[in-house]
């Protein structure tokens, strides 16, 4: 039951994109198609983004995407906005278990 | 709207137990699974526990592996989660969630302080 490896921070201007990265292995990520990324604000509980590697809730604007190769899950923000700022959470189902990303503070200068 | 609403938190001294609950409404409560995750002050999310939408299966985090126990009551739209032996490194934001597989919707979270 290891945590899912992320990046502590990245950062970005308006406009432009980021790519978050989230490594799990064979037993995890690898595995099952069914990673989810969050967004938290402070204060806030998370907010689902992404599930299922790569689809959106409804209501998430497409600028959010994700897709995974082998055992590393990816949340890309294109046209990054001032909102966007938060902390953002990968996780992936593993059958008898869920683990989670570290965390990912996404920085818009 | 989904609503899940945690109750039960509070400061508890090490080796206590406490008892928390998550009250459901606006969905079928026993059609989903439903998660525990926790989030200590400042640091990343941690899954702690899942339970099946029938009670019948549950599965926990090493590190509450005997200490603790998920439950629910699909009569009362309610899950449980029952902390023994609590530690100071169990200090964090609980939070229950719906499942579909890895979560979808949260509550806003019960705070758990473990501290003499």
């Known amino acids: 039951q290891s945590a899912l490896t992320q990046p502590r921070s990245v950062s970005g201007s308006p406009g432009q994109s980021v790519t978050i990265s989230c490594t799990g292995s064979s037993s995890d990520v690898g595995d099952y198609n069914y990673v989810s990324w969050y967004q938290q604000h402070p204060g806030k509980p998370p907010k689902l983004m992404i599930f299922d590697v790569s689809k959106r809730p409804s209501g998430v604007p497409d600028r959010f995407s994700g897709s995974k190769s082998g055992n590393t899950a990816s949340l890309t923000i294109s046209g990054l906005q001032a909102d966007d700022e938060g902390d953002y959470h990968c996780c992936s189902y593993a059958g008898r278990y869920t683990v989670f990303g570290g965390g990912t503070k996404v920085t818009v200068l | 709207q989904v609503q899940l609403v945690e109750s039960g938190g509070g400061v508890v001294q090490p080796g206590r137990s406490l008892r928390l609950s998550c009250a459901a409404s606006q969905f079928t409560f026993s059609d989903y699974a439903m998660h525990w995750v926790r989030q200590a002050p400042g640091k990343g999310l941690e899954w702690v526990a899942i339970?099946?939408?029938?009670?019948?299966?549950?599965y926990y985090a090493d590190s509450v592996k005997g200490r603790f126990t998920i439950s629910r009551d699909n009569s009362k739209n309610t899950l449980y989660l029952q902390m023994n032996s609590l530690r100071p490194d169990d200090t964090a934001l609980y939070y229950c969630?719906?499942?579909?597989?890895?979560?979808?919707?949260w509550g806003q979270g019960t705070l758990v302080t473990v501290s003499s």
């Open positions: 969630a719906r499942a579909i597989t890895t979560p979808d919707y």
């Open positions: 339970i099946s939408f029938s009670g019948n299966q549950e």
